[in-house]
């Protein structure tokens, strides 16, 4: 009797399952054919999501001394795309569908400045506003440093639409070497003449030295002019290979001029290309200064009178043209002469440049007559120095000539001529 009565239950619990079953197949069944009848009339929507990232900040000055002020300036972006939505209506054997994008922005609610050492003066903002996708908004604060030196870090706080935030640490250094990046500090200095004189060459050598505290390698030095009046006779490009802290180095140098080299300071243009211990290359440009300075040089290059044949007594000017053959200036020229004659014996020329001359003119009279040998004293000034050349000049004074002589003979020509003509007319016959 017990198992007879139980095979009923157990059919009826079979079929119970056995529906549950083709229930929830059923229900499956018409929940995907919703999803596709949805997407088939709604289309497909794509977006990115709105992200607000600090794409760059600064800090100006980049060093604040103790109790100091400085400008925090943060550049908050929105890094979201545009979003394309596909809807598909009307026919739908057709397929046509339209599309549709549009911006998602993101709404910046709070943004506040912890100070975590420093004191926040003003820029806490409230309701900031939308920033479109790709899009950035700067923020500026102003904080205060506080006494004592070291790295702090104020905390940016961003809130925005929706409960979402961002916390960002700006670093902020008040008065703190820990973090100066150490470099080499390449300086050049020169050993060569004080001046060079144009049309010479000048030998000399330009040290490199690193003062700064960590190496430098891979160094280019290029030597150039920067007026083409002078020119590198040596070599222009040197390479070396590494400069150590407190080394130094030496780079031969020649420099080359001609006498149109005009005096005064010409620069060498010294360009270093280099390499740090972090591998960043740098570049710096120093000028070496050149001076360029002729040496005059004074000679007498003619003398004359006016009038040309000089008697005893009669006044006369002696000019004496005194030529610079040099390649300086000659300054203040002045001549002086030692004649045993009345008259002007200090002449000034004034500048003489190279390859050209002045006169110096002296007024003299009541010359005895002789031949003299006449000392003569040319001062010249150049850069600050005197210069004294010392010559000699001839001059030759002709004795005065009788003042009845020529009208005596002028008589006696008259003479002479009226009796040849008298002879020749007693000559002819009488007709």
């Given at each position: 009797m017990t198992q007879l009565s139980a095979c009923?239950?157990?059919?009826?619990?079979?079929?119970?399952?056995?529906?549950?079953?083709?229930?929830?197949?059923?229900?499956?069944?018409?929940?995907?054919?919703?999803?596709?009848?949805?997407i088939g009339l709604t289309g497909i929507v794509t977006a990115s999501e709105p992200t607000i990232v600090i794409s760059s900040y600064e800090v100006r000055p980049d060093v604040i001394m103790p109790g100091g002020s400085a400008l925090i300036t943060v550049q908050v972006s929105n890094t979201a795309k545009g979003a394309s939505?596909?809807?598909?209506?009307?026919?739908?054997?057709?397929?046509?569908s339209v599309t549709e994008t549009r911006d998602i922005n993101v709404y910046l609610s709070d943004v506040s400045l912890f100070g975590n050492g420093l004191r926040?003066?003003?820029?806490?903002?409230?309701?900031?506003?939308?920033?479109?996708?790709?899009?950035?908004?700067?923020?500026?604060?102003?904080?205060?440093?506080?006494?004592?030196?070291?790295?702090?870090?104020?905390?940016?706080?961003?809130?925005?639409?929706?409960?979402?935030?961002?916390?960002?640490?700006?670093p902020v250094n008040v008065n703190d070497d820990s973090l100066v990046q150490k470099n080499p500090a390449l300086q050049i200095t020169k050993e060569i003449p004080d001046s060079v004189i144009p049309g010479e060459n000048a030998e000399g050598t330009l040290i490199l030295q690193n003062d700064g505290d960590t190496a430098a390698s891979e160094i280019i030095v290029n030597i150039s002019p920067a007026s083409p009046e002078i020119s590198v006779a040596s070599k222009v490009i040197t390479h070396i290979s590494r400069l150590g802290p407190g080394e130094d180095v030496s780079i031969p140098l020649t420099i080359s001029t001609s006498r149109k080299t005009p005096e005064g300071i010409s620069l060498l243009v010294c360009t270093l290309r280099y390499s740090t211990a972090g591998g960043t290359i740098l570049t710096q440009t120093e000028q070496v200064p050149i001076k360029i300075s002729g040496k005059p040089d004074l000679a007498i290059a003619a003398?004359?009178?006016?009038?040309?044949?000089?008697?005893?007594?009669?006044?006369?000017?002696?000019?004496?043209?005194?030529?610079?053959?040099?390649?300086g200036d000659a300054n203040g020229v002045r001549a002086v002469i030692d004649a045993p004659v009345k008259g002007?014996?200090?002449?000034?020329?004034?500048?003489?440049?190279?390859?050209?001359?002045?006169p110096a003119v002296f007024y003299l009279q009541e010359a005895p007559a002789g031949d003299y040998q006449i000392p003569i004293m040319i001062r010249m000034e150049h850069e600050g120095t005197e210069y004294v050349m010392d010559d000699t000049l001839s001059l030759t004074i002709a004795p005065r000539g009788n003042p009845l002589l020529i009208p005596a003979v002028i008589i006696l020509c008259l003479i002479g001529g009226g009796i040849v003509v008298y002879r020749r007319r007693q000559s002819e016959p009488t007709v």
């Open positions: 009923p239950v157990y059919l009826l619990s079979y079929r119970l399952k056995t529906e549950t079953v083709h229930y929830r197949t059923v229900c499956i069944l018409i929940s995907f054919l919703i999803i596709l009848a949805g939505v596909t809807k598909t209506g009307g026919d739908q054997t057709t397929g046509q926040v003066e003003s820029g806490d903002y409230r309701r900031v506003g939308e920033v479109g996708p790709g899009q950035s908004v700067p923020l500026t604060f102003l904080v205060q440093a506080p006494h004592q030196s070291g790295i702090y870090f104020p905390e940016l706080h961003i809130a925005t639409e929706g409960g979402r935030s961002l916390k960002y640490p700006i003398v004359t009178s006016d009038p040309v044949r000089i008697s005893e007594g009669m006044p006369f000017s002696l000019i004496v043209r005194i030529e610079n053959t040099g390649t002007t014996k200090e002449a000034f020329v004034g500048k003489i440049e190279p390859d050209n001359d002045g």
